[in-house]
Nanobody, 127 residues
Framework: QVQLVESGGGLVQAGGSLRLSCAAS????????MGWFRQAPGKEREFVAA????????YYADSVKGRFTISRENAKNTVYLQMNSLKPEDTAVYYC????????????????????WGQGTQVTVSS
């Protein structure tokens, strides 16, 4: 069983930055793609970003492209989400998840492509 633990969330003003981390333990991390999702109150969980097992390929939702950067350090079993130019609409609980695949495919944006999830970390952006 893989355990994923997110950290780094908090309260920030619009235009600010946060860096989320997701540490994996108990299981394989380095050979799987990883993703970040978010869920705002009353809304469905939505895809934010994904990264292939090697870190060589990344993919972003249009809403965060150019502002967020996903990266990983396989030696540390950790994936990151650097969030810049934050907007109030970025407010949500952010979840990391391990993909069932090593690479990014068309369905990487779908929750069913992920088999392990963290507990989430709250990000609140004030206007």
């Amino acid at each position: 069983q893989v355990q994923l633990v997110e950290s780094g969330g908090g309260l920030v003003q619009a235009g600010g930055s946060l860096r989320l981390s997701c540490a994996a333990s108990r299981g394989t991390f380095s050979t799987y793609a990883m993703g970040w999702f978010r869920q705002a109150p009353g809304k469905e969980r939505e895809f934010v970003a994904a990264i292939s097992w090697s870190g060589g390929v990344t993919y972003y939702a249009d809403s965060v492209k150019g502002r967020f950067t996903i990266s990983r350090e396989n030696a540390k079993n950790t994936v990151y989400l650097q969030m810049n130019s934050l907007k109030p609409e970025d407010t949500a609980v952010y979840y990391c998840a391990r993909s069932r695949r090593s690479t990014i495919v068309e369905s990487t944006t779908m929750t069913y492509e992920y088999d392990y999830w963290g507990q989430g970390t709250q990000v609140t952006v004030s206007s």
